[in-house]
């Protein structure tokens, strides 16, 4: 099993869970041509990918559906309000013969040798979600797009073998940067991202023994910095009410426009 990002950021995510029998994507909001490199690495093309399941309609999370679906016939999942906001897109034109499979949040997908259970997480969007991914007795977490966490958060999360997590912003860099207001309370508000200190709280209740590593993704471009990213969450891990260490894991920061180093299991 195989776990990777191909590109997380502010600008587009897309992430790569596959066995050998089964892959899919998580996201394509990066360009075809990128999602296409970043499968390439993997000894994979588009033609391999059994499904795209999609966390929510914003364009960094499915810019490049359009592309993808006018040559490939590859299966969408998502929730009911999700295929509606990406069906309201200014792409909608372009994927009307698509295959959206509606999901529902804590309902389990079998999907080959995997099982796909979608979560709720809280992000300005129609019906967005996290994912939790089963196969060969592991489970992995992706999690972006959270404007907070909460207990059911963290008991969905527990558990992981691997985690992506967000690390979005430093808050003092958004609070002194150049957005303006109304979008710097939006970012720190209940329904936008998480900061880099909330997602090393976050993490330092979701270590545990089972963990083999962590990427921190969907990093803001104007708002963060992969060394302040890395740094903080390290630090709160460090500091943490928790037996761990930052170097019991490998803590990668996921790459914005090219594939992150592979977990494997």
């Given at each position: 099993?195989?776990?990777?990002?191909?590109?997380?950021?502010?600008?587009?995510?897309?992430?790569?869970?596959?066995?050998?029998?089964?892959?899919?994507?998580?996201?394509?909001?990066?360009?075809?041509?990128?999602?296409?490199?970043?499968?390439?690495?993997?000894?994979?093309?588009?033609?391999?990918?059994?499904?795209?399941?999609?966390?929510?309609?914003?364009?960094?999370?499915?810019?490049?559906?359009?592309?993808?679906?006018?040559?490939?016939?590859?299966?969408?999942?998502?929730?009911?309000?999700?295929?509606?906001?990406?069906r309201n897109s200014d792409k909608k034109n372009e994927m009307t013969n698509s295959e959206f499979?509606?999901?529902?949040?804590?309902?389990?997908?079998?999907?080959?040798?995997?099982?796909?259970?979608?979560?709720?997480?809280?992000?300005?969007?129609?019906?967005p979600c996290g994912y939790r991914v089963y196969c060969e007795g592991k489970k992995i977490g992706?999690?972006?797009?959270?404007?907070?966490?909460?207990?059911?958060?963290?008991?969905?999360?527990?558990?992981?073998?691997?985690?992506?997590?967000?690390?979005?912003?430093?808050?003092?860099?958004?609070?002194?940067?150049?957005?303006?207001?109304?979008?710097?309370?939006?970012?720190?508000?209940?329904?936008?991202?998480?900061?880099?200190?909330?997602?090393?709280?976050?993490?330092?209740?979701?270590?545990?023994?089972?963990?083999?590593?962590?990427?921190?993704?969907?990093?803001?471009?104007?708002?963060?910095?992969?060394?302040?990213?890395?740094?903080?969450?390290?630090?709160?891990?460090?500091?943490?009410?928790?037996?761990?260490?930052?170097?019991?894991?490998?803590?990668?920061?996921?790459?914005?426009?090219?594939?992150?180093?592979?977990?494997?299991?």
């Open positions: 099993m195989r776990f990777t990002s191909i590109a997380s950021g502010s600008s587009g995510n897309c992430t790569y869970i596959g066995s050998q029998s089964t892959h899919i994507l998580i996201d394509a909001g990066t360009s075809k041509k990128k999602i296409e490199e970043g499968l390439r690495a993997l000894d994979l093309s588009l033609a391999d990918i059994k499904a795209i399941f999609v966390t929510h309609e914003h364009t960094d999370h499915i810019s490049a559906l359009h592309t993808i679906l006018k040559k490939y016939e590859i299966p969408i999942y998502a929730t009911n309000g999700t295929i509606t906001g990406i499979i509606p999901i529902l949040v804590d309902k389990e997908i079998t999907l080959g040798d995997m099982v796909i259970n979608p979560m709720t997480i809280s992000h300005d969007a129609l019906e992706v999690a972006t797009d959270l404007g907070c966490y909460t207990d059911y958060t963290v008991e969905c999360l527990s558990n992981c073998d691997a985690l992506l997590l967000e690390a979005n912003h430093d808050v003092r860099m958004l609070q002194t940067g150049p957005y303006p207001y109304v979008l710097k309370r939006r970012i720190l508000g209940d329904t936008g991202h998480l900061s880099n200190d909330k997602s090393g709280e976050l993490l330092c209740k979701l270590l545990n023994d089972k963990l083999q590593g962590i990427f921190l993704g969907h990093l803001s471009k104007e708002n963060n910095l992969p060394e302040l990213a890395y740094e903080t969450v390290r630090v709160e891990i460090e500091m943490g009410d928790n037996p761990f260490h930052a170097s019991d894991f490998p803590l990668i920061v996921a790459n914005r426009t090219e594939i992150s180093p592979v977990l494997s299991f």
